[in-house]
């Protein structure tokens, strides 16, 4: 089930009855002056194009690895060594490492480290169960987990979804707590060991992760793991990690200070989950409104590397509308704003949301659902005749969503979900 797994986890999506949203995008990060990083977005543009072009590929690698779930792990490797999407996903690296060591490295390079005697305080201890070190040990492994990852967040976020069998042992109210932590977001911090060696620190209200990553080699090794419990260091006023130099860093730290602020006031100590995600949801909303300019100039800028919408390509049939998912669907998307800056994560919201309504009764298809994740969308937008809002159109495995998103205000309307006939 490695291969399977590995699949799986690409797609950075955990569901238990209900599906778990980790939205681990509190990127470190007032700088006024680079509104964003074009760099990162331009590999992850070409990246979702190259697996789009890699489609039949992959999903005849998919289909193989369900026929071998039962094989011994050398069976399993062999697979993955000859199978074609391999084959060309490892060229598609190979051609492209210089850029994703370049993207990497300007990520690691706006961390600060961890606070001193930070892995000693927290009694760090290695992670030796080989049912999941297999999935970072083996370099291809490895490659194949972080080709869509390129900050260190989102390579922490991804390495703590493996380990979802034993952070859910860090709770007895698990879901909730997750949902907390994603909402609060982690601190992420980083120490360079080498010049390509680097120490990673991901510490949430629950747990604390720590690995060695190399840059060149792609390598994930030492990986570290704490629970945290009420014995545990005060974390509440850790810094928050971070070297802004772009606006969407400023943004985003901004709203990581509000996060851990609230675990500083003692007001909150008996406060119960929903207590504290109202207090969040209120005190995001009021950081988004005195940051209104920014949030809108960064949106229309990342807008603005899309092509313009079309006509809606044959092959496809409405499979449900925003009217019939309901006001209470979209408005669920709609109070992420303050956290968003690019279109992909609302697509990617949507997408996720959309498929857990379908499949509410009955079994996911997670097949689907990690080829989804793995493909990405392809966007097509168009300003409207209010500049404000803009017109959305993303293509995806099997299905096209359409919408209208208004960056002013975060607002989701004329919602359109297809799937190819």
Known sequence: MKTQFILFTLSGIMRFRKIIFLFFTVTPGFVYGQLVSTESYALQDKTVSFMHRLEKELITFVEQA???????????????????????????????????ESVRRQSFEKLTPPPIDLEKALRLTPIVDSSLTILWKEADYARLLTFQSFTAEAIMGLIANTMLPVIVETSSNIYDDLMLDSQIGPLIYGLPVLRDKWQLFMITRHYCIAVDFNLTTQDIDNVRFATLSDSSPDLSNLAISGNPKTTVDSLSQGLQKIGWSILADTAYLRASHTEILQTLAVKKQQFFLEHLDQYTQVRKTLLSRFPATGVLPTGYRLKISGEELGDTFLQSISILNPTVFSVETITTQLANSIAGQLSWSGRPDYKALSLKAMMGYLHRVKPTANHHIWQVQACGYQTLIEYQWDISTGKITDLKYYERI
């Open 66 to 100: 369900d026929s071998v779930s039962n094989a011994s792990m050398e069976e399993r490797n062999t697979l993955l060594q000859k199978s074609v999407f391999f084959r060309e996903i490892s060229k598609y690296l190979d051609e492209n490492r210089f850029a994703y």
